[in-house]
């Protein structure tokens, strides 16, 4: 386990020597100390992108010159995977099943914006029509510059990929910091980078508190661009921070998700995919599909079977075979679940499973997967992410009420929908205000297509080729033809 910051293609420890625990959640040991880099670390991590980027050439490169680095990455990880999938198991508390999944998934993205760094060399120019045939203009796409990537701890590799690909497929420059509960697997892509020989400052890994080190890389003044996922109030932050220089920003936040059920679904499929939308990742998840709306006629059925099966899900330490529910990342992420859950029981709603710590777990961050009834809907608990394994279920009897239930929030990342009827499931999908949208299922998530929010859940996309527009910037050229004249003052 790497425990120094990576900057300027060099580990080193941080300018006061301070560090910070690493805990695995599963039995809260304190497993490894790692640097907690300060704002003079964070400042030479940003100018060794900066001279990467203005001096030392990585946008000079072609795209398919990146692309080798990017597919060498790839490579790298894919190399590690059990280890590194290990890794993410004891610092995150995730099954390792998923973990693994996670990493093949970063390397899988580092591979696609791979092929999108080749394709900016094949279609570098875009020509634009004018109406006076004595210019000609053309667009082009440039890389932004120095970015600082923030990252939650939610899918600690996968966030760092998002970001990371991209912004080095453009020929941007990267100073990431990991969230402090989980630094373990960045470190390590930094490890890759550095083995595959990617120049210095090219990308650095800066690990520590989001108020010292976050901080100092969204005030730096040499930062182009903040691309950040986590928490709206960080979000805002980040946006009000990046007024003072006006930053390029993109915000992946929060969000309280809704999934329509009709009278029409298989209740077996349905249970499974509400299921999979809420418990996966210990549901600590920001496209979750925290609220579910059922039809009236389904909703008895369909709720005897998800407190059936959700009892069913076993709970342990994310290493043991067969565990499809590992603990909570933290004890503070824990403690804030649990208090969203108490809270929703003073508001009025009933804890139909769940709701408490497992027996035989005393130790280590586990909270039974949760299914709540009657949740009032000015509440907390219907309104507010609790970002754990806690669901809210209640009825709705048409679909305009489905609607107008599914879009009253102030976030908008995900809806999912799910009828046998197609055109009616097209119709809501329509209807979602939410920037992604499942239909006949919960969160499966593709690198090509584009991930992020309306509302409060953020502004920009990421993945797919709106993912690479992130970290570009577009500039139009346009040429006034040699021998012909202007006449304006000079007849
Ligand atoms: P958080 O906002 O507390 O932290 C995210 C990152 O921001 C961490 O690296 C943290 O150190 C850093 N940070 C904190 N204060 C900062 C500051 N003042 N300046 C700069 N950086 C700072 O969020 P979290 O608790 O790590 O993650 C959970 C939240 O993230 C949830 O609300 C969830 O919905 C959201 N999330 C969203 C997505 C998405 O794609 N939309 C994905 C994962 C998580």
Redesign the pocket.
Same mark, same amino acid.
């Given at each position: 386990m790497r425990s120094e910051l990576y900057i300027d293609g060099k580990w080193r420890p941080s300018s006061d020597g301070r560090t910070f625990d690493v805990v695995n959640p599963a039995t809260e040991e304190v497993i490894h100390r790692i640097a907690a880099a300060t704002a003079e670390d964070v400042d030479l991590a940003v100018k060794a992108a900066r001279r990467a980027f203005d001096r030392d050439g990585w946008p000079k490169l072609s795209g398919a010159q990146r692309a080798k680095y990017l597919r060498a990455i790839a490579e790298g990880i894919r190399a590690r995977q059990a280890e590194i999938a290990r890794l993410e198991v004891i610092d995150n508390g995730k099954p390792f099943p998923e973990a693994d999944w996670d990493v093949a998934d970063a390397a899988g993205c580092f591979d696609f914006y791979a092929g999108l760094a080749e394709q900016l060399d094949n279609n570098p120019e875009e020509p634009i029509a004018l109406p006076d045939a004595r210019f000609t203009s053309k667009a082009v796409k440039e890389p932004i510059g120095v970015v600082g990537a +923030? +990252?939650?701890?939610?899918?600690p590799l996968l966030?760092a990929a998002?970001k990371v690909a991209p912004a080095l497929a453009a020929g941007c420059t990267v100073v990431l &910091?990991?969230?402090?509960?989980t630094s373990l697997t960045a470190l390590e892509l930094a490890a890759i980078a550095d083995d595959v020989g990617l120049p210095a400052g090219v990308l650095n890994v800066v690990t520590?508190?989001?108020?010292v080190? !976050?901080?100092a890389?969204?005030d730096h003044r040499q930062v182009d661009k903040l691309a950040?996922? !986590? *928490?709206?109030?960080? !979000?805002s &932050?980040?946006m009000a921070?990046a007024a003072r220089d006006i930053k390029r920003i993109s =915000?992946? =936040?929060?969000?309280k998700s809704p999934f329509v059920v009709f009278d029409d679904a298989d209740i077996d499929e349905a249970v499974e995919w509400i299921m999979f939308g809420i418990f996966w990742n210990q549901g600590?998840?920001? *496209?979750a599909t925290s609220r579910v709306l059922v039809q009236e006629g389904n909703y008895d059925r369909l709720l005897s079977r998800l407190v059936e099966e959700t009892k069913k899900i076993r709970i342990g330490n994310g290493l043991e075979d067969g565990v499809l529910l590992g603990p909570l990342v933290s004890k503070r992420?824990h403690q804030q679940v649990v208090a969203a859950i108490e809270a929703a029981k003073a508001a009025g709603a009933t804890v139909a499973c769940g709701g408490k710590r497992p027996e035989g777990f005393e130790t280590g961050y586990y909270l039974e997967p949760t299914v709540l009834t009657d949740v009032p809907l000015e509440s907390d608990a219907w309104r507010e992410?609790i970002?754990g394994p806690v669901v809210s279920i209640r009825t709705f009897s048409t679909e305009e009420e489905a609607i107008e239930l599914a879009n009253d929030s102030r976030f908008g =990342?995900a809806a999912a929908v799910m009828s046998r009827d197609d055109r009616r499931a097209e119709r809501v999908a329509a209807a979602f205000r939410a920037g992604i949208v499942w239909i006949n299922c919960s969160q499966p998530t593709f690198t090509e297509a584009p991930?992020? !929010?309306y509302k409060e *859940?953020?502004i920009g996309r990421?993945l797919g080729r709106w993912g690479l527009d992130n970290y570009l910037e577009t500039k139009q050229i346009t040429r006034f033809a040699t021998g012909e004249k202007w006449g304006w003052y000079i007849k």
């Open positions: +923030i +990252i939650p701890w939610n899918y966030m998002w &910091k990991p969230a402090e509960v520590g508190a989001g108020s080190a !976050g901080q890389i969204i950040f996922t !986590g *928490s709206g109030p960080v !979000g &932050k980040i921070a =915000l992946e =936040l929060g969000g600590q998840v920001c *496209s992420q992410e970002f =990342l991930w992020g !929010g *859940s953020g990421e």
